[in-house]
């Protein structure tokens, strides 16, 4: 059984892994920062990304062409029935 | 000298399921939870008998019924996991608790697999709803209609420093640290002054300063004293002032800042007084006020902006470190620290790679000027929602993740372990392990415990009060030692 259950979590490893990575689509080719360790140091001092305010607003356009293609339809319906009782 | 950091978070989400008008919340999480198969035996117990959430750190034991669920409907809303985490139902919300981690970027990498948990049961329970029926999860804190869930944070602390000088120190902390912290909201609730953006999902839920309470009157600094660990030695701070973050760099300077404050106050280096007049109305002053200009009032008479304070508990955090040897991610930390106080001096809005509501700021305020809306609009506030969003295609956090415009403190690949492994630093790796190697045997868990049935022997519970002990370099001989849980139980008489 304990065998069983490791070969369990192994598949279960590499189906939710591909899961997550195939709904998020080429995730790693697209992800400039992600390097790992060396997203640390890039942050440090370079900021090679870094924009400030207006530049960043520009470069928004790509993305809001995105935002348009994956918001939520019938926003105002969505919103309205939005509601989280019971929390902490 | 501080103890070493051991901490964890326990994150509440949203659920909803679309075009489903018999939608019951507690059905709903109970699916999603049970969606989720690492024990398909499905059997094994969350242990209450170690709980006690009616303790007051302030001395006195609350008055209350605790809840304690029968055997069916434990296994049903509780989910133990391989990776040391607790997966559950949590009133009518799905909740992950990270397993313990000993530094600031471990609790990133198990926080964000806790997202990966999520939205692994989130796209099974899916598969099992009637056509048309979508669930749906949001690693937020609000509703807008006035509702509060939480994203606690918890810090292992010593016994001995006083509770009275830990609130004292941190009420002037928690009630500024969202300035590098707060997760961002369109508009505001809970009676509170209306704005059009606000930096923290959860300032408007605060009421009142020191209290037991989590539902309702929420407090700054709660008081729930339930260590999960050696009641002598220790306390756990259990924090629910936080709100939900989605950027790494976010959640890594909220445990990562506190921690330090907190070994600080173990060790007396909270040398000026900043106590606030009334950090319940700063709290939410802060939080309206995403130019950072605001000054609050001090009780010693000053007025001083959240960038002040905060850079007053970066100052102190300075000295301790030139006095203290740090660990390497404390030490990073704190630059990063720096990094954001020095930037926030300038435009805040430089920051939107690093912090969650500088980003969301941004995306709206571009989506607004593009679009011709106003702050009102249900598409800015479905905006706002979805940053939150757990799919990993429509989540619009991982969108700007997925583009490169987000830094990230670890990798996709780190993260994926950690939802199949515990840390290797704390007694998670020994509950883990056990989950992983001897599912049949182990018949219940808590944090501090984990207990095995084994044939016709009576339930055996070993007691794991040292939240360090149980690491790999503890117990990976033991166990590898052990081919069954019987034999485990007898190496660990021997």
Known sequence: ?88 | MAIPTVMGTEVEFGIIVKNDPDFDPISSCVLLVNAYREDPEGRILWDYDQENPLADARGFQVDGEKYTPNQQENIARNKTLINGARYYVDHAHPEYSSPEVTNARDLVVHEKAGERVLEVSRREANALLPAGAVMLLHKNNSDRKGNSYGCHENYLMDRRTSFKRIVENLLPFFATRQIYCGAGKVGSENRNHPCDFQISQRADFFETEVALDTMVKRPIINTRDEPHADREKYRRLHMIVGDSNMSEYTIYLRNGVTAIILSMIEDGAIDRDLSLSNPVRSIKEVSHDPTLKAELQLENGKRMTAIQIQNEFLEMALTYAARNKLDPVAVDVLDKWQHVMTSLQGDPMDLAREIDWVAKKLLLESFIERKGLDWEDPKVQMLDLQYHDTRPDKGLYYMLERDGRMERICTDDEIMEAVHRPPIDTRAFFRGECLRRFPEEVFGVNWDSISFSVGEEPVRRIMMSEPLKGSRAHVEDLLNQSKSASELLANLDS
């Open chain 1, 1 to 88: 059984m304990a065998r069983f259950i490791n070969q369990h979590s192994r598949n279960d490893s590499n189906s939710s892994a591909s899961i997550w990575m195939a709904a998020s689509g080429e995730q790693k080719k697209k992800s400039k920062g992600d390097g790992g360790d060396s997203s640390e140091t890039e942050s440090e001092g370079g900021q090679k990304m870094a924009k400030k305010g207006e530049e960043l607003k520009e470069d928004m356009d790509s993305l809001m062409e995105e935002i348009d293609s994956v918001l939520e339809e019938n926003a105002e319906e969505f919103v309205k029935n939005y509601v989280q009782r019971g929390g902490q």
